[in-house]
C-alpha cells in the first residue's frame, strides 16, 4: 500500500505530486496491468526473448 504523511504547512498539490511519484515508483500500476489479463506460458517467453534481444541491441555488446 502507498502512502505518504502531509506536513502541516505542505500544500495538497506538492503532496499529490510526492505521492504520485511514490505511486510510480512502486510500480503497482504496471503490476495491475501484467496481472489484469492471462499471458500464454509461451508469449511470455517470446516477449521475454524480445525484451532481451532490444536490450542488447540498444546497449550494444558489453566489453
Known amino acids: ?3 505518504i504523511t ?3 504547512n505542505e500544500s495538497i498539490d ?3 505530486r510526492r505521492f504520485k511519484k511514490k505511486y510510480e515508483r512502486s510500480g503497482v500500476l504496471k503490476e495491475f496491468k ?3 489479463f492471462f499471458q500464454k506460458p509461451s508469449v511470455k517467453k517470446r516477449m521475454e526473448k524480445q ?3 532490444r536490450r542488447a541491441h540498444r ?3 558489453m566489453e
Open 59 to 61: 546497449f550494444g555488446p
Open 34 to 36: 501484467k496481472r489484469s
Open 6 to 8: 502531509i506536513g502541516d
Open 1 to 3: 500500500m502507498v502512502g
Open 51 to 53: 525484451k532481451a534481444q
Open 14 to 16: 506538492k503532496a499529490l
